[in-house]
Nanobody, 117 residues
Framework: QVQLVESGGGLVQPGGSLRLSCAASRSIFSIYAMGWYRQAPGKARELVATIINVGSTNYATSVKDRFTISRNDAKDTMYLQMNSLKPEDTAVYYC???????????WGQGTQVTVSS
């Protein structure tokens, strides 16, 4: 099992930036996949960004060129740098990992991001 703790959410004005962190309770060096989802009020949870294996990344079209996913294996931590934030980015952001291909996901508790003037 893996415990995940997110941090870095908050209130930011449109056009601003935030960096989310997701700290894992064990080494992430060999983890198969990790990434971020988000869920806005009244909407389904949607994929934001993922890292597969050693570094293949994928982004939702709505965040491409604005968000960057990264990992620091030495700190067992994953990040989501969010730039040029828009009100529609407002949501609870959840990090997840899959330790092996096809295995169950482990989720963090979520962190609120609110983009508003």
């Amino acid at each position: 099992q893996v415990q995940l703790v997110e941090s870095g959410g908050g209130l930011v004005q449109p056009g601003g930036s935030l960096r989310l962190s997701c700290a894992a309770s064990r080494s992430i060096f060999s983890i198969y996949a990790m990434g971020w989802y988000r869920q806005a009020p009244g909407k389904a949870r949607e994929l934001v960004a993922t890292i597969i294996n050693v570094g293949s990344t994928n982004y939702a079209t709505s965040v491409k060129d604005r968000f960057t996913i990264s990992r620091n294996d030495a700190k067992d931590t994953m990040y989501l740098q969010m730039n040029s934030l828009k009100p529609e980015d407002t949501a609870v952001y959840y990090c997840y990992v899959r330790t092996v291909a096809g295995g169950p996901p482990y989720w963090g508790q979520g962190t609120q991001v609110t983009v508003s003037s």
